[in-house]
């Protein structure tokens, strides 16, 4: 059993201490005189918080976590990684298993959990680092996003949670037209999960047409209005591409009678989440008051396909972290907007997350998924 108390009222304090730092200025702008405190008073204590409840879960935790240890304790070395991968997890993407033998023999089950929370925040920080000159964002508040669903994703999609960020940054960096380095860390994403692959459709939403205001949110209205085909359009684009893994998936989720575990997914806490904030942010924060459209692209693609496969929960579900993924940087550009003095929109961003987390913490989901109860 854990006291709530004991866990939220130190971040509590370090996060008023953080919010009288930045007094004078918005802790989502880059600022070098304040940024180092802001790491201590801000940053690290949230990581912490993620190592304790992520990287220390119990091993037995939740459905996913004891089932990739028993994988990773069997994969080998990296020749065989990949069919014992899918032998013992059951994942078919290419890279994932092969990549983490190389800490087979060096690392136990343990360190691998904490290496993989590690390197997942590495991938966040990086990933909001690329998009810091397109809107003026501070990157250090990435450590935010462990205050949404988010936090439990990582305890149980965690190749998911690792792809997510990489392919982020991918599609920042094609925005930048640095090609060559955007086709390796996207081909990176897919390898480690095949959901990554949709990543490779943003491009489009850069086209002209897109760039006016109001398409940004006509195009999420039209992809709700249209989810009642998007069984046959999903199969039939996964027949085009004829990748077997793919197949696989859609034969899962839309040819079998298989229950969803999220069950309605417009009644879910986080639907509302993603959806209210993305359309909240191409509203108020309009691409054309910004050098780069790149989050805007990304945004308006990810609720399009959210609205567009409301209808199978699974696939609907599937995509929501990638909106939780840049929450704290559209929450950040909104709290901008605000016509108040600085101190105030910090303490909306930062203790308007640190009430999420808590609303998180205390889901029963979250509970069953990391090994903690309150």
Known sequence: MLNALAVFLPLLALTLAAILIRKNKTIAIPSQKNDVLLAVFCVTPILIYGLIFIGFRPENAGFDTPIYLRAYRNIGHIFEAHSKGVYWYGNTELLWWPIQSAFRYILNARSWLILNYALTCIAIYLAYKTLEKHYQINPLIFPLVLFTYYFVYMGNGIRQA????????????????????????????????????????IPAFRLSL????????AIPCVALALSTQFGSTAGWAINLLGVDALSTKHDLYFASDRESHVGVVWKT?????????????????????????????????????IFFGINIADFSERYMPAILLTLPITAALLTKEINVRPIIKNSLLLLGFLLMGIAVFFNKSAQVTLGYTT
Do not use: E, M, R
């Open 269 to 305: 806490l986080n639907f509302w989440v993603c959806a209210i904030s993305t359309l909240a942010f191409l509203t108020i924060c309009k691409p054309s008051k910004y050098k780069s459209n790149v989050l805007h692209c990304y945004l308006t693609f990810f609720i399009s396909i």
């Open 210 to 217: 897109i760039k006016k205001d109001w398409v940004y949110l």
């Open 162 to 201: 690792l792809a997510l960020p990489i392919a982020l940054a991918a599609t920042v960096i094609f925005s930048d037209k640095k090609y060559i380095k955007s086709v390796l860390l996207i081909s990176l994403a897919i390898g480690l999960h095949w959901s990554s692959i949709l990543f490779l459709l």
